[in-house]
Protein backbone atom coordinates (compact mmCIF):
# COMPACT_ATOMS: atom_id res chain seq x y z
CA UNK A 1 0.00 0.00 0.00
CA UNK A 2 1.45 3.50 -0.87
CA UNK A 3 2.69 5.53 1.75
CA UNK A 4 0.90 9.49 2.30
CA UNK A 5 2.07 11.58 -0.29
CA UNK A 6 3.10 8.78 -2.29
CA UNK A 7 1.68 8.32 -5.82
CA UNK A 8 -0.64 5.46 -6.10
CA UNK A 9 1.09 3.02 -8.30
CA UNK A 10 4.45 4.30 -7.77
CA UNK A 11 5.81 0.81 -5.44
CA UNK A 12 4.51 -1.13 -8.68
CA UNK A 13 6.81 0.73 -10.97
CA UNK A 14 9.58 0.89 -8.22
CA UNK A 15 9.40 -3.01 -8.50
CA UNK A 16 9.36 -3.16 -12.06
CA UNK A 17 11.87 -1.22 -12.18
CA UNK A 18 13.46 -3.54 -9.68
CA UNK A 19 13.43 -6.48 -11.65
CA UNK A 20 14.56 -5.23 -14.97
CA UNK A 21 17.72 -3.81 -12.96
CA UNK A 22 18.12 -7.50 -11.31
CA UNK A 23 17.45 -9.14 -14.95
CA UNK A 24 19.56 -6.67 -16.97
CA UNK A 25 22.36 -7.78 -13.68
CA UNK A 26 21.87 -11.50 -14.28
CA UNK A 27 22.07 -11.22 -18.40
CA UNK A 28 25.65 -9.58 -18.02
CA UNK A 29 26.69 -12.07 -15.80
CA UNK A 30 25.88 -14.99 -18.38
CA UNK A 31 27.37 -12.97 -21.06
CA UNK A 32 30.65 -12.25 -19.74
CA UNK A 33 30.67 -16.29 -18.41
CA UNK A 34 29.19 -17.19 -22.12
CA UNK A 35 32.96 -15.63 -23.14
CA UNK A 36 35.10 -17.20 -20.65
CA UNK A 37 33.02 -20.62 -20.45
CA UNK A 38 30.52 -20.99 -23.59
CA UNK A 39 27.04 -21.26 -23.78
CA UNK A 40 27.24 -24.94 -21.86
CA UNK A 41 29.01 -23.38 -18.80
CA UNK A 42 27.33 -24.48 -15.47
CA UNK A 43 24.49 -22.35 -14.68
CA UNK A 44 25.64 -22.15 -11.03
CA UNK A 45 28.43 -20.28 -12.11
CA UNK A 46 26.54 -17.69 -14.10
CA UNK A 47 24.39 -17.43 -10.50
CA UNK A 48 27.78 -17.30 -8.83
CA UNK A 49 28.55 -14.18 -11.21
CA UNK A 50 25.08 -12.32 -10.66
CA UNK A 51 25.06 -12.93 -6.97
CA UNK A 52 21.57 -15.09 -7.20
CA UNK A 53 20.50 -18.24 -6.50
CA UNK A 54 20.18 -20.94 -9.12
CA UNK A 55 16.19 -20.70 -8.66
CA UNK A 56 15.99 -17.09 -9.68
CA UNK A 57 17.75 -17.85 -13.26
CA UNK A 58 15.61 -20.37 -13.96
CA UNK A 59 12.22 -18.35 -12.99
CA UNK A 60 13.20 -16.07 -15.58
CA UNK A 61 14.81 -18.55 -18.12
CA UNK A 62 13.39 -22.09 -17.80
CA UNK A 63 15.61 -23.22 -20.43
CA UNK A 64 18.96 -22.80 -21.35
CA UNK A 65 18.09 -21.99 -24.51
CA UNK A 66 15.93 -19.08 -23.31
CA UNK A 67 19.00 -17.45 -21.23
CA UNK A 68 21.36 -18.05 -24.03
CA UNK A 69 18.51 -15.84 -26.81
CA UNK A 70 17.77 -13.17 -23.82
CA UNK A 71 21.91 -12.57 -23.61
CA UNK A 72 21.96 -12.86 -27.68
CA UNK A 73 19.38 -10.23 -27.32
CA UNK A 74 20.66 -7.90 -24.71
CA UNK A 75 24.26 -7.87 -26.16
CA UNK A 76 22.55 -6.70 -29.39
CA UNK A 77 21.21 -4.27 -27.36
CA UNK A 78 24.07 -2.74 -26.11
CA UNK A 79 25.82 -2.61 -29.10
CA UNK A 80 22.91 -1.07 -30.90
CA UNK A 81 23.18 1.45 -27.83
CA UNK A 82 26.87 1.59 -28.16
CA UNK A 83 26.62 3.55 -31.40
CA UNK A 84 25.75 6.47 -31.01
CA UNK A 85 27.16 7.47 -28.04
CA UNK A 86 30.98 6.33 -28.87
CA UNK A 87 30.47 8.74 -31.59
CA UNK A 88 29.51 11.55 -29.42
CA UNK A 89 32.04 10.90 -26.74
CA UNK A 90 35.04 9.84 -29.02
CA UNK A 91 37.43 12.08 -30.13
CA UNK A 92 37.11 11.47 -33.54
CA UNK A 93 34.77 9.08 -35.96
CA UNK A 94 37.45 6.78 -36.48
CA UNK A 95 38.28 6.08 -32.87
CA UNK A 96 33.87 5.70 -32.16
CA UNK A 97 34.26 3.12 -34.97
CA UNK A 98 37.58 1.38 -33.36
CA UNK A 99 35.77 1.09 -30.11
CA UNK A 100 32.32 -0.04 -31.54
CA UNK A 101 34.16 -2.87 -33.30
CA UNK A 102 36.02 -4.44 -30.55
CA UNK A 103 32.51 -4.20 -28.94
CA UNK A 104 31.34 -6.11 -32.05
CA UNK A 105 34.10 -8.59 -31.56
CA UNK A 106 33.27 -9.22 -27.55
CA UNK A 107 29.70 -9.53 -29.29
CA UNK A 108 30.75 -12.15 -31.42
CA UNK A 109 32.52 -14.33 -28.95
CA UNK A 110 29.69 -14.46 -26.62
CA UNK A 111 27.17 -15.51 -29.57
CA UNK A 112 29.71 -18.54 -29.78
CA UNK A 113 27.80 -21.62 -29.55
CA UNK A 114 24.29 -20.12 -30.31
CA UNK A 115 23.29 -22.18 -32.81
CA UNK A 116 24.21 -24.99 -30.97
CA UNK A 117 22.19 -24.36 -28.26
CA UNK A 118 19.05 -23.29 -30.12
CA UNK A 119 19.51 -26.46 -32.79
CA UNK A 120 15.76 -27.98 -31.79
CA UNK A 121 14.70 -24.20 -32.85
CA UNK A 122 16.22 -23.73 -36.14
CA UNK A 123 13.57 -20.70 -36.96
CA UNK A 124 14.11 -19.40 -34.05
CA UNK A 125 17.91 -18.66 -35.01
CA UNK A 126 17.02 -17.51 -38.76
CA UNK A 127 14.72 -14.75 -36.99
CA UNK A 128 17.79 -13.62 -34.16
CA UNK A 129 19.83 -13.07 -37.19
CA UNK A 130 17.53 -10.95 -38.95
CA UNK A 131 17.45 -8.83 -35.50
CA UNK A 132 20.96 -8.76 -35.30
CA UNK A 133 21.43 -7.13 -39.15
CA UNK A 134 17.99 -4.94 -38.01
CA UNK A 135 20.05 -3.05 -35.25
CA UNK A 136 23.51 -3.73 -36.10
CA UNK A 137 23.85 -2.59 -39.66
CA UNK A 138 22.42 0.79 -39.40
CA UNK A 139 24.46 1.40 -36.86
CA UNK A 140 27.63 0.51 -38.20
CA UNK A 141 27.14 2.41 -41.27
CA UNK A 142 26.38 5.92 -39.15
CA UNK A 143 29.52 5.03 -37.85
CA UNK A 144 31.15 4.39 -41.48
CA UNK A 145 29.97 7.32 -42.63
CA UNK A 146 31.02 9.78 -39.80
CA UNK A 147 34.35 8.79 -40.31
CA UNK A 148 33.79 9.01 -44.08
CA UNK A 149 32.25 12.78 -43.59
CA UNK A 150 35.44 13.43 -41.35
CA UNK A 151 37.86 12.35 -44.28
CA UNK A 152 39.14 9.79 -42.15
CA UNK A 153 38.47 6.74 -44.04
CA UNK A 154 37.67 6.27 -47.60
CA UNK A 155 34.04 5.89 -49.19
CA UNK A 156 32.74 2.77 -50.53
CA UNK A 157 32.64 0.48 -47.44
CA UNK A 158 29.67 -1.14 -46.52
CA UNK A 159 28.56 -2.14 -43.27
CA UNK A 160 27.33 -5.61 -43.59
CA UNK A 161 30.54 -6.34 -45.31
CA UNK A 162 32.80 -5.23 -42.94
CA UNK A 163 30.51 -6.38 -39.67
CA UNK A 164 31.05 -9.95 -42.16
CA UNK A 165 34.35 -9.78 -42.62
CA UNK A 166 35.05 -9.13 -38.93
CA UNK A 167 32.90 -12.09 -38.15
CA UNK A 168 35.02 -14.29 -40.96
CA UNK A 169 38.39 -13.32 -39.29
CA UNK A 170 36.88 -13.80 -35.36
CA UNK A 171 36.34 -17.96 -37.08
CA UNK A 172 38.69 -19.67 -35.38
CA UNK A 173 39.41 -17.96 -31.91
CA UNK A 174 38.09 -20.66 -29.88
CA UNK A 175 39.87 -23.71 -31.58
CA UNK A 176 43.39 -22.14 -31.64
CA UNK A 177 44.79 -19.73 -28.63
CA UNK A 178 47.22 -18.37 -30.77
CA UNK A 179 45.08 -17.39 -33.06
CA UNK A 180 44.05 -13.67 -31.69
CA UNK A 181 41.37 -12.01 -34.50
CA UNK A 182 41.53 -8.52 -33.21
CA UNK A 183 45.27 -8.25 -34.71
CA UNK A 184 43.77 -8.65 -38.28
CA UNK A 185 40.71 -7.04 -37.53
CA UNK A 186 42.99 -3.78 -36.21
CA UNK A 187 44.53 -4.55 -39.63
CA UNK A 188 41.88 -4.34 -41.48
CA UNK A 189 40.71 -1.53 -40.17
CA UNK A 190 44.10 0.48 -41.03
CA UNK A 191 43.25 -0.68 -44.55
CA UNK A 192 40.11 1.58 -44.60
CA UNK A 193 42.13 4.60 -43.86
CA UNK A 194 42.36 7.51 -45.90
CA UNK A 195 45.77 7.56 -47.62
CA UNK A 196 46.94 11.27 -46.11
CA UNK A 197 48.41 13.12 -49.19
CA UNK A 198 52.20 13.83 -49.28
Known amino acids: MPTAGE ?7 SKRADAVRNQQTLLDAAAEVFVTSGVDAPIRQIAARAGVGMGTIYRHFP ?3 DLVVA ?8 CAEAGPNLLAAAGS ?8 VDLFVDFLVTKHGLAGALQSEGSGFEALHAYFLDR ?25 ELMRGIGNLCIGHDSDPRYD ?7 LLQGLRQPQSP
Not at 93 to 100: D, G, K, V
Not at 145 to 154: L, Q, S, T, W
Request: glycine letters at 6%; proline letters at 7%.
Open 63 to 65: TRA
Open 181 to 187: PRRLIEL
Open 93 to 100: PIEALRQW
Open 71 to 78: VYRHQVEA
Open 136 to 160: LVPVCAQLLEAAVDAGEIRAGTHAY
Open 7 to 13: PRGSSAR
